[in-house]
Nanobody
Framework: QVQLVESGGGLVQAGGSLRLSCAAS????????MGWYRQAPGKQRELVAG???????KYADSVKGRFTISRDNAKNTVYLQMNSLKPEDTAVFYC??????????????WGQGTQVTVSS
């Protein structure tokens, strides 16, 4: 079994910063892509940022220039540095890890979610 445990969420004022972490543990030989999604009340879950095993990154337009995704492969951990936070960033943030399960197939594991609240 694989578990993803997130940490670092909380309440912050607009313009502030938070750093989210997500550590994967369990029966892991390797991890392909990792990423962060978020879901605000009444909205669909959306991609915030993703990072491949080769450290290529992508970001949602709404967070470009403010958020930075990184990973530590030795620790099976992905991070999301969030700067210049806005009230519209308020959401539950979920991390994901795509783990090979045989052949070319991967399985996407999800964390339990961590709340980020940005006050105006």
């Amino acid at each position: 079994q694989v578990q993803l445990v997130e940490s670092g969420g909380g309440l912050v004022q607009a313009g502030g910063s938070l750093r989210l972490s997500c550590a994967a543990s369990g029966s892991i030989f390797s991890i392909n892509a990792m990423g962060w999604y978020r879901q605000a009340p009444g909205k669909q879950r959306e991609l915030v940022a993703g990072i491949t095993s080769g450290i290529s990154t992508k970001y949602a337009d709404s967070v470009k220039g403010r958020f930075t995704i990184s990973r530590d492969n030795a620790k099976n951990t992905v991070y999301l540095q969030m700067n210049s936070l806005k009230p519209e960033d308020t959401a539950v943030f979920y991390c994901n890890a795509d783990i090979p399960v045989g052949g070319s197939r991967t399985y996407r594991y999800w964390g339990q979610g961590t709340q980020v609240t940005v006050s105006s």
